[in-house]
T-cell receptor
Framework: GESVGLHLPTLSVQEGDNSIINCAYS??????FIWYKQESGKGPQFIID?????DKRQGQRVTVLLNKTVKHLSLQIAATQPGDSAVYFC??????????FGAGTILRVKS | NAGVTQTPKFQVLKTGQSMTLQCAQD?????MSWYRQDPGMGLRLIHY???????DQGEVPNGYNVSRSTTEDFPLRLLSAAPSQTSVYFC?????????????FGPGTRLTVT
Protein backbone atom coordinates (compact mmCIF):
# COMPACT_ATOMS: atom_id res chain seq x y z
CA GLY A 1 0.00 0.00 0.00
CA GLU A 2 0.97 3.64 -0.12
CA SER A 3 3.52 4.85 2.41
CA VAL A 4 1.30 7.35 4.22
CA GLY A 5 2.14 8.03 7.78
CA LEU A 6 5.94 7.77 7.57
CA HIS A 7 6.35 10.50 10.20
CA LEU A 8 3.17 10.08 12.16
CA PRO A 9 3.05 9.32 15.89
CA THR A 10 2.78 5.61 16.56
CA LEU A 11 0.94 3.79 19.31
CA SER A 12 1.93 0.17 19.90
CA VAL A 13 -0.37 -1.99 22.02
CA GLN A 14 -0.58 -5.64 22.92
CA GLU A 15 -3.48 -7.60 21.48
CA GLY A 16 -6.30 -7.62 23.99
CA ASP A 17 -5.27 -4.38 25.69
CA ASN A 18 -7.25 -1.15 25.38
CA SER A 19 -5.98 1.60 23.05
CA ILE A 20 -6.37 5.33 23.47
CA ILE A 21 -5.67 7.60 20.53
CA ASN A 22 -5.62 11.32 21.16
CA CYS A 23 -6.30 14.34 19.01
CA ALA A 24 -6.09 18.07 19.61
CA TYR A 25 -8.41 20.20 17.51
CA SER A 26 -8.20 23.88 16.73
CA UNK A 27 -11.63 25.30 15.92
CA UNK A 28 -13.75 26.04 18.98
CA UNK A 29 -16.73 26.60 16.65
CA UNK A 30 -16.70 23.04 15.29
CA UNK A 31 -20.09 21.38 15.58
CA UNK A 32 -19.01 17.77 15.30
CA PHE A 33 -15.95 15.55 15.39
CA ILE A 34 -15.27 12.30 13.64
CA TRP A 35 -12.81 9.44 13.79
CA TYR A 36 -11.73 7.61 10.64
CA LYS A 37 -9.65 4.47 10.21
CA GLN A 38 -7.41 3.95 7.20
CA GLU A 39 -5.90 0.57 6.44
CA SER A 40 -2.91 0.29 4.16
CA GLY A 41 -3.83 0.81 0.53
CA LYS A 42 -7.43 1.77 1.24
CA GLY A 43 -9.54 4.87 1.64
CA PRO A 44 -10.50 6.11 5.12
CA GLN A 45 -13.46 4.44 6.78
CA PHE A 46 -15.85 6.17 9.19
CA ILE A 47 -15.71 4.84 12.76
CA ILE A 48 -17.74 7.12 15.00
CA ASP A 49 -18.72 10.76 15.39
CA UNK A 50 -19.74 13.02 18.26
CA UNK A 51 -21.64 16.29 18.31
CA UNK A 52 -20.23 19.27 20.17
CA UNK A 53 -23.08 19.17 22.71
CA UNK A 54 -21.96 15.74 23.91
CA ASP A 55 -18.88 14.66 25.85
CA LYS A 56 -19.02 10.91 25.31
CA ARG A 57 -20.38 8.50 22.76
CA GLN A 58 -20.01 4.76 22.57
CA GLY A 59 -20.07 2.40 19.65
CA GLN A 60 -19.12 -1.21 19.19
CA ARG A 61 -15.81 -1.59 21.07
CA VAL A 62 -15.10 2.12 20.59
CA THR A 63 -15.73 5.18 22.74
CA VAL A 64 -15.10 8.79 21.77
CA LEU A 65 -14.54 11.42 24.44
CA LEU A 66 -14.73 15.14 23.81
CA ASN A 67 -13.25 17.78 26.12
CA LYS A 68 -14.15 21.17 24.74
CA THR A 69 -12.39 23.03 27.53
CA VAL A 70 -8.99 21.89 26.29
CA LYS A 71 -10.06 21.12 22.70
CA HIS A 72 -9.20 17.48 23.02
CA LEU A 73 -10.74 14.40 21.43
CA SER A 74 -9.87 10.79 22.14
CA LEU A 75 -10.78 7.41 20.70
CA GLN A 76 -10.73 4.42 22.97
CA ILE A 77 -10.68 0.95 21.46
CA ALA A 78 -11.48 -1.91 23.82
CA ALA A 79 -9.77 -5.29 23.54
CA THR A 80 -7.62 -4.23 20.61
CA GLN A 81 -7.32 -6.78 17.83
CA PRO A 82 -4.77 -7.21 15.01
CA GLY A 83 -7.42 -6.00 12.57
CA ASP A 84 -7.41 -2.65 14.37
CA SER A 85 -3.89 -1.93 13.06
CA ALA A 86 -4.27 1.14 10.85
CA VAL A 87 -3.83 4.89 10.72
CA TYR A 88 -6.50 6.76 12.68
CA PHE A 89 -7.55 10.29 11.79
CA CYS A 90 -9.66 12.74 13.71
CA UNK A 91 -11.60 15.38 11.82
CA UNK A 92 -13.67 18.39 12.82
CA UNK A 93 -16.37 20.30 11.00
CA UNK A 94 -19.10 22.88 11.23
CA UNK A 95 -22.65 22.27 9.99
CA UNK A 96 -22.92 23.18 6.35
CA UNK A 97 -19.15 23.38 6.03
CA UNK A 98 -16.26 21.16 5.17
CA UNK A 99 -14.28 18.72 7.30
CA UNK A 100 -10.71 19.41 8.41
CA PHE A 101 -8.60 16.33 9.06
CA GLY A 102 -5.76 15.90 11.53
CA ALA A 103 -2.43 14.35 10.57
CA GLY A 104 -3.20 10.87 11.93
CA THR A 105 -1.82 8.31 14.40
CA ILE A 106 -0.51 4.86 13.53
CA LEU A 107 -1.85 2.04 15.70
CA ARG A 108 0.21 -1.14 15.75
CA VAL A 109 -1.19 -4.18 17.49
CA LYS A 110 1.33 -6.75 18.71
CA SER A 111 0.21 -10.37 18.87
CA ASN B 1 -24.28 -0.71 -4.24
CA ALA B 2 -20.79 -0.17 -5.63
CA GLY B 3 -20.32 2.77 -3.24
CA VAL B 4 -17.70 5.28 -4.37
CA THR B 5 -15.61 4.25 -7.37
CA GLN B 6 -12.49 5.96 -8.69
CA THR B 7 -10.55 5.51 -11.88
CA PRO B 8 -7.74 5.06 -12.64
CA LYS B 9 -6.07 3.35 -9.67
CA PHE B 10 -2.60 4.43 -10.77
CA GLN B 11 -1.41 7.12 -13.17
CA VAL B 12 1.96 8.51 -14.22
CA LEU B 13 2.05 11.90 -15.93
CA LYS B 14 4.79 14.09 -17.29
CA THR B 15 5.03 17.68 -16.12
CA GLY B 16 2.62 19.83 -18.08
CA GLN B 17 0.23 17.06 -19.07
CA SER B 18 -3.44 17.27 -18.18
CA MET B 19 -5.80 14.54 -17.10
CA THR B 20 -9.10 13.85 -15.38
CA LEU B 21 -9.56 11.65 -12.33
CA GLN B 22 -13.00 10.08 -12.34
CA CYS B 23 -15.24 9.63 -9.31
CA ALA B 24 -18.76 8.19 -9.19
CA GLN B 25 -21.14 7.21 -6.40
CA ASP B 26 -24.42 5.31 -6.54
CA UNK B 27 -25.80 6.26 -3.12
CA UNK B 28 -27.60 9.45 -4.21
CA UNK B 29 -25.39 11.53 -1.92
CA UNK B 30 -25.64 15.29 -2.26
CA UNK B 31 -22.13 16.01 -0.98
CA MET B 32 -19.00 14.98 -2.86
CA SER B 33 -15.43 16.00 -2.28
CA TRP B 34 -11.85 15.47 -3.42
CA TYR B 35 -8.90 15.14 -1.05
CA ARG B 36 -5.20 14.62 -1.54
CA GLN B 37 -3.06 12.69 0.89
CA ASP B 38 0.69 13.13 1.09
CA PRO B 39 3.06 10.99 3.18
CA GLY B 40 2.94 11.88 6.87
CA MET B 41 -0.04 14.15 6.44
CA GLY B 42 -3.76 13.94 6.79
CA LEU B 43 -6.23 14.54 4.01
CA ARG B 44 -6.43 18.01 2.55
CA LEU B 45 -9.59 19.14 0.83
CA ILE B 46 -9.18 20.23 -2.79
CA HIS B 47 -12.75 20.93 -3.95
CA TYR B 48 -16.22 19.95 -2.85
CA UNK B 49 -19.80 20.05 -4.06
CA UNK B 50 -23.12 20.15 -2.21
CA UNK B 51 -25.17 19.21 -5.26
CA UNK B 52 -25.31 19.14 -9.03
CA UNK B 53 -24.20 22.45 -10.49
CA UNK B 54 -22.61 23.66 -7.23
CA UNK B 55 -18.89 23.47 -6.45
CA ASP B 56 -16.58 25.28 -4.08
CA GLN B 57 -12.90 25.41 -3.20
CA GLY B 58 -11.26 23.64 -0.32
CA GLU B 59 -7.85 24.17 1.30
CA VAL B 60 -5.65 23.41 -1.72
CA PRO B 61 -7.60 24.16 -4.96
CA ASN B 62 -4.81 25.61 -7.11
CA GLY B 63 -4.06 23.57 -10.21
CA TYR B 64 -7.32 21.62 -10.08
CA ASN B 65 -10.77 22.09 -11.58
CA VAL B 66 -14.02 20.29 -10.85
CA SER B 67 -17.55 20.21 -12.20
CA ARG B 68 -20.75 18.51 -11.00
CA SER B 69 -23.18 18.02 -13.85
CA THR B 70 -24.94 15.05 -12.22
CA THR B 71 -25.48 13.84 -8.66
CA GLU B 72 -23.45 10.71 -9.37
CA ASP B 73 -20.24 12.06 -10.92
CA PHE B 74 -17.58 14.46 -9.68
CA PRO B 75 -14.47 14.48 -11.90
CA LEU B 76 -11.26 16.22 -10.89
CA ARG B 77 -9.17 17.80 -13.64
CA LEU B 78 -5.48 18.53 -13.42
CA LEU B 79 -4.86 21.38 -15.82
CA SER B 80 -1.06 21.22 -16.15
CA ALA B 81 0.49 18.56 -13.94
CA ALA B 82 3.40 19.48 -11.66
CA PRO B 83 5.64 17.24 -9.51
CA SER B 84 4.08 18.87 -6.43
CA GLN B 85 0.81 17.17 -7.40
CA THR B 86 2.29 13.73 -6.86
CA SER B 87 -0.03 12.31 -4.24
CA VAL B 88 -2.83 9.88 -3.50
CA TYR B 89 -6.22 11.33 -4.38
CA PHE B 90 -9.41 10.29 -2.64
CA CYS B 91 -12.97 11.05 -3.60
CA UNK B 92 -15.67 10.93 -0.92
CA UNK B 93 -19.43 11.38 -0.71
CA UNK B 94 -22.04 11.77 2.01
CA UNK B 95 -25.55 12.92 2.76
CA UNK B 96 -25.75 16.56 3.78
CA UNK B 97 -28.14 16.24 6.68
CA UNK B 98 -26.79 18.06 9.71
CA UNK B 99 -23.18 17.61 8.68
CA UNK B 100 -20.89 15.85 6.28
CA UNK B 101 -19.07 13.78 8.86
CA UNK B 102 -19.87 10.24 7.74
CA UNK B 103 -18.19 10.35 4.38
CA UNK B 104 -17.73 7.30 2.20
CA PHE B 105 -14.33 7.20 0.53
CA GLY B 106 -13.27 5.63 -2.72
CA PRO B 107 -10.15 3.41 -2.97
CA GLY B 108 -7.94 6.25 -4.18
CA THR B 109 -5.85 7.12 -7.23
CA ARG B 110 -2.08 7.15 -6.85
CA LEU B 111 -0.69 9.86 -9.13
CA THR B 112 2.97 10.36 -9.93
CA VAL B 113 4.12 13.40 -11.89
CA THR B 114 7.64 13.20 -13.30
Amino acid sequence: GESVGLHLPTLSVQEGDNSIINCAYSNSASDYFIWYKQESGKGPQFIIDIRSNMDKRQGQRVTVLLNKTVKHLSLQIAATQPGDSAVYFCAEGEYGNKLVFGAGTILRVKS
Amino acid sequence: NAGVTQTPKFQVLKTGQSMTLQCAQDMNHEYMSWYRQDPGMGLRLIHYSVGAGITDQGEVPNGYNVSRSTTEDFPLRLLSAAPSQTSVYFCASSYLGTGVGEQYFGPGTRLTVT
